[in-house]
């Protein structure tokens, strides 16, 4: 049977999650090696890549769900690049994922890792890369959380209007956090997003 809309062709939310996760794990991993490289050893950059290794074979589902549980109160924070508070809460929002809480440590450390000079060891653009891969986790959590809550057109006497049928992740205004990350929901029957 042939796709007819946009979202039915693009990989479900949880493939793309696993996709960007993985990804950042090997960003992780790359910028382990350059701490290590650098003389800061508080993150073994091989044992990323058992981390890696492990990730690639967890359920995508799973894993999305976990972390929209423990980072929806702070998307707000993830979308200010707020530096200090991921310093001080990436164990926060990772809890409960599978992987060793020295690879949650990583992240810290690439914030904060200097060199002899004083000099951070971890780039600006590097540091990026990492805000725009947590930018991208959130829109396709914000996605997802869309998707499992089933949106219908109802028929209400203010006219047919959009409702989710399903309770799931109730505290999440979804629509709150579409707007202010940008992004496009789509509602069946409505348009083609």
Known sequence: ??????????PPEEDRFMTNVLDLTDLVHELATICWDAG???INPRLVMIA????????????????????WEHWTKIRERNEDFFIHNADVIFQHLPVN????NA???FFTAEDSNGNFIIITEDRDAIWSMFDSLVKICIKYVHKVRCVKLVKT???IRPAYTNKKFLQIKVREQAKLWEINLPIPGLDKR
């Open 107 to 109: 992240l810290k450390v």
């Open 52 to 71: 890696v290794n492990f990730l690639e074979n967890y359920d995508p589902v799973t894993l999305i769900e976990i972390f929209i549980k423990h980072s």
């Open 157 to 159: 006497k203010n006219g």
């Open 1 to 10: 049977m042939l796709m007819s809309t946009k979202m039915e062709q693009n």
């Open 40 to 42: 800061r050893k508080d």
């Open 101 to 104: 809480t020295n690879n949650i």
